[in-house]
């Protein structure tokens, strides 16, 4: 059974999170996110679930990462300005492996920026924006619909691989209303607990181990220093720290064929949008207005790890034009992957999407 | 402390310890194990949070699950964790750079919001672990690397910020007042709430050395021979006497029992 709703991209993220099973929200009021914890501090309680409003989102992202270790499934929400203070603490979720959930309802920056106006701005550092090598996980939806699901997924996949997981969306998606038909139960993918006999940071043959919840007799040390595979600090051991964040990268790297998330239209033609987010509605919106099988489209929902073979599903294509809501962040990626084919960025500030017209002309003056 | 104590409590396979010789943060690890065994609590309904510091390294020698977090964040981190599960006793260890300076707006706000946690402060009035830097307790005149003319900049008094900022419980006493300690860790592991227990140590390494403290005895004696205790201090205030300068106050500086969050219903 589904129930069909008419909702706000940020509601629907909250529905998501609660249908998930997520039973802590902290985080900080901030434009345009603000929505997400007014639903959470509305609904959680009557749940049984935890809202708390912390003193700044540094505060937010430690109360989470906490909360996740006794067990809940926990999450954020914010924007640009709070992004970036989050990325000490989430740093610190890669290297103690700790699943959590963070919404960025991007706005236009670097700074107090655009707070009322959509961005793509923080792609790159959901990425690398926490100090040392990192991986983590990054999914973008471009309908309401995608946030409810979208969100349950990041927390199943922050489960599963034991990593912060971003939801990536944007002041567009974040306020804009939709129809979305809301499932009685979504797929929960619980975490692994820790085998009998295995040590607290001993891997698994999928490099992640069991997650080791307080209070359940587990007596896990957990520490933000590199740490052997008891937990215990060992930080001057360079085989150890190497073998230790090699880890924590493949992890997540080794798999993201298997993690892809995406839709590939028209995969004959020579001339290939890439998006995600708002402009993934913009393309459909060209192909709609004009539907011939020259103009391909990628459209993807999960952007970090980068599905690179996806761009092989696409044998003919002799440009990938890529419309974002930054200077090129996720088109300088591609263009480590392509093997020959042109890249257009179509990168674009200000807080407006692209048109149809724009990307429409762009595609004749390629062809 | 009983070998059966100590290694129930302790995880032997950890030790030696990376606290200097002579460091007085082992001392306050163990009256705090030896208040928490009084309580009757068990390690696997125990946590220890901390931030980043010499005295925040203190969890990872205990047997309980433990959260060594980032510098200043451990209060963020233990609120997580006691407001998702309220069943979980849940006891920080913090330095007086970690709690006071990077660390200082969640102290207040973990005060304010009286949230149920024991905090233990080593206070050595120095950034001991980054090699004896300044700190928001580094007493006016005394020598650090970033105060080598002498600190110019007022100390904060931890625990009377504590009570100002509405935890339930504060007390102040020093590694040298062992038994003390003990009943007032005791005291705020029983009292709901937020409770603040600051611990002055003495530092050897970062700050003895550079403050004519040159064996560490002195500066324990002088724990010993400038602690006064508050109620004294109260009285002579009344009677309009002088307080010396040099004297700072220990003893129990606040229990109450406000409405407090995260108590285990
Ligand atoms: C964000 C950040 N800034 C700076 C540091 C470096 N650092 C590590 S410990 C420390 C000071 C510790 O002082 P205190 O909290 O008093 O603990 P102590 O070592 O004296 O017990 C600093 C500045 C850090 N780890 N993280
Ligand atoms: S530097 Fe000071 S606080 Fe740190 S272990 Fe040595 S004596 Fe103790
Ligand atoms: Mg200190």
């Not at chain 1, 607990?193 to 997650?211: C, H, Q, R, T, W």
């Not at chain 2, 010993?224 to 003893?251: N, W, Y």
Request: aromatic share 8%; glycine share 10%; with cysteine.
């Amino acid at each position: 059974m589904t129930t069909l709703e008419f909702m706000q991209g940020n509601a629907a993220c909250c529905e998501g999170a609660l249908a998930a099973g997520c039973t802590f929200f902290g985080g900080y009021p901030i434009t345009p996110s603000t929505e997400i914890a007014e639903q959470m501090a509305l609904k959680m309680p009557k749940r049984g679930g935890v809202f708390i409003q912390m003193e700044d989102e540094i505060a937010s992202i430690g109360a989470v990462i906490g909360a996740s270790w006794t067990g809940a499934r926990a999450m954020t929400a914010t924007s640009g300005p709070g992004f970036s203070l989050m990325m000490e603490n989430l740093g610190y979720a890669v290297m103690t492996e700790t699943p959590c959930v963070v919404v960025n309802i991007q706005r236009g920056g670097p700074s107090t920026g655009q707070p009322t106006m959509s961005a793509q701005g923080d792609m790159l550092q959901c990425r690398f924006g926490s100090h040392g090598d990192i991986s983590t996980i990054a999914l973008v939806p471009s309908t309401v619909q995608e946030m409810f699901d979208l969100t349950v997924k990041a927390f199943n996949l922050a489960d599963r691989f034991r990593v912060p997981a971003f939801l990536m969306s944007d002041e567009t998606i974040g306020h804009m209303r939709e129809k979305i038909s809301i499932p009685d139960s979504v797929e929960i993918i619980p975490r692994k607990e820790p085998k009998p006999g295995m040590l607290i940071y001993e891997a698994e043959e999928d490099m992640v181990p069991g997650f080791p919840t307080f209070g359940k007799g587990y007596r896990a040390h957990i520490t933000g220093l590199t740490h052997n595979e008891r937990g215990y600090p060992e930080a001057t051991n360079p085989e150890l720290h190497e073998a230790l964040v090699r880890r924590l990268v493949d992890k997540v790297e080794s798999r993201r064929h298997e993690i892809a998330d995406y839709d590939a239209v028209n995969t004959d033609a020579e001339t290939v949008f890439i998006t995600y987010g708002p402009s993934t509605r913009t393309v459909r919106q060209v192909l709609h207005d004009h539907p011939d099988e020259t103009i391909g489209h990628l459209n993807l929902r999960i952007v970090w790890p980068f599905p690179e073979d996806t761009l092989k599903l696409f044998p003919n294509a002799k440009t990938f034009i890529v419309p974002e809501l930054n200077l090129g962040q996720m088109a300088r990626e591609i263009e480590r992957h392509v093997t020959g084919q042109r890249v257009i960025s179509m990168g674009r500030l200000g807080g407006t999407i692209h048109t149809p017209a724009e990307l429409y002309d762009k595609v004749q003056e390629v062809a | 402390m009983s070998t059966e104590t100590f290694g129930k409590w302790y995880r032997e396979d950890r030790l030696p310890h990376i606290f200097c010789t002579g460091c007085g943060n082992g001392t306050v690890m163990n009256c705090t194990i030896k208040a928490v065994d009084a309580m009757g609590w068990e390690i696997d309904d125990t946590i220890f949070v901390s931030g980043i510091g010499c005295s925040s390294r203190a969890p990872g020698y205990i047997s309980t699950d433990s959260l060594h977090t980032t510098h200043g964040r451990a209060l963020a981190f233990a609120t997580g964790v006691k407001m998702a599960n309220p069943d979980l006793h849940v006891v920080v260890f913090t330095g007086d750079g970690d709690l006071a300076a990077i660390g200082g707006n969640h102290f207040i706000h973990a005060c304010r919001r009286n949230i149920d946690l024991t905090v233990i402060c080593m206070n050595n009035m120095i950034y001991g672990m980054t090699g004896g830097q300044g700190s928001p307790c580094t007493p006016v005149g005394k020598i650090s690397t970033t105060t080598p003319y002498g600190a110019a900049e007022p100390a904060f008094d931890l625990t009377e910020l504590a009570v100002a900022a509405g935890a339930n419980y504060a007390a102040r006493w020093t590694s040298y007042h062992v038994a003390e300690l003990i009943k007032a860790i005791r005291a705020g592991l029983e009292t709901p709430g937020f409770s603040f227990i600051e611990a002055l140590v003495q530092c050897p390494t970062a700050y003895g050395r550079r403050n004519k403290f040159r064996q560490v005895g002195e500066q324990v004696e002088y724990m010993r021979s400038h602690a006064m205790l508050l109620q004294k201090k109260r009285r002579l205030e009344e009677q309009g006497k002088d307080v010396p300068d040099d004297m700072f106050t220990v003893g129990e500086f606040v229990r109450r029992y406000r409405p407090a969050l995260g108590v285990r219903k």
